[in-house]
């Protein structure tokens, strides 16, 4: 079975500081990764994926995040916050040919301190 | 735009009523999703659907139901024998390679009992 762990249920970090949001997997077969982002009483919108390209993968709003296959990790980060990334974090695993479904982390919620 | 619409957004229920809420989608995505969210927990599994006419029980099934007459939509029904329905839900959708390209999400139905 898949399963999904974030370290970390609330992270602080300062505005312009790095931001690092943990997440490990566990997983027989290689998986697909994915992080999403949500914004409160809304729905989650994709960050990033590793689909087995590049293990070091770029998304949106300037986050990016390395797979490491000997640590079983996947974990985000942001070389600056930003006051606008203060939002709650998933991590997300699926693996090729057991149907399409995600195994979720419970989630990191991420504060900005000015 | 393609994308998933959920209504209502905020939704109040008396005890021992049965409530629906709505899901539709344009992308012509085969698969679709329901999700609850609470405080803490991630996202749990309620039911899904990979093709129309027919749907699987999740990991929380028991106390929710729905149909997929139609590829578009995906409605679930809170019943009665659901205890504790205060939560946030959440539908998604995937196209048929969805475990390399992930889910899109609606942006949530926020269910109240009063």
């Known amino acids: 079975a898949q399963s999904v762990t974030q370290l970390g249920s609330h992270v602080s970090v300062s505005e312009g500081a790095l931001v690092l949001l943990r997440c490990n997997y566990s997983s027989s077969v290689p998986p697909y990764l994915f992080w999403y982002v949500q914004y409160p009483n809304q729905g989650l919108q994709l960050l990033l994926k590793y689909t087995s390209a590049a293990t070091l993968v770029k998304g949106i709003n300037g986050f990016e995040a390395e797979f490491k296959k000997s640590e079983t990790s996947f974990h985000l980060t942001k070389p600056s916050a930003h006051m606008s990334d203060a939002a709650e974090y998933f991590c997300a695993v699926s693996v090729p040919n057991t149907g399409n479904q995600f195994y979720f982390g419970t989630g990191t919620s991420l504060t900005v301190i000015p | ?114």
């Not at chain 2, 149909?67 to 409605?75: A, D, I, L, M, Q």
């Not at chain 2, 329905?85 to 390399?100: E, K």
């Open chain 2, 1 to 114: 735009d393609g994308g998933i619409t959920q209504s209502p957004k905020y939704l109040f229920r008396k005890e021992g009523q049965n409530v629906t809420l709505s899901c539709e989608q344009n992308l012509n995505h085969d698969a679709m999703y329901w999700y609850r969210q609470d405080p803490g927990q991630g996202l749990r599994l309620i039911y899904y659907s990979q093709i129309v006419n027919d749907f699987q029980k999740g990991d929380i099934a028991e106390g929710y139901s729905v149909s997929r007459e139609k590829k578009e939509s995906f409605p679930l029904t809170v019943t009665s024998a659901q205890k504790n329905p205060t939560a946030f839900y959440l539908c998604a959708s995937t196209g048929d390679r969805g475990v390399a390209y992930g889910y899109t999400f609606g942006s949530g139905t926020r269910l109240t009992v009063v």
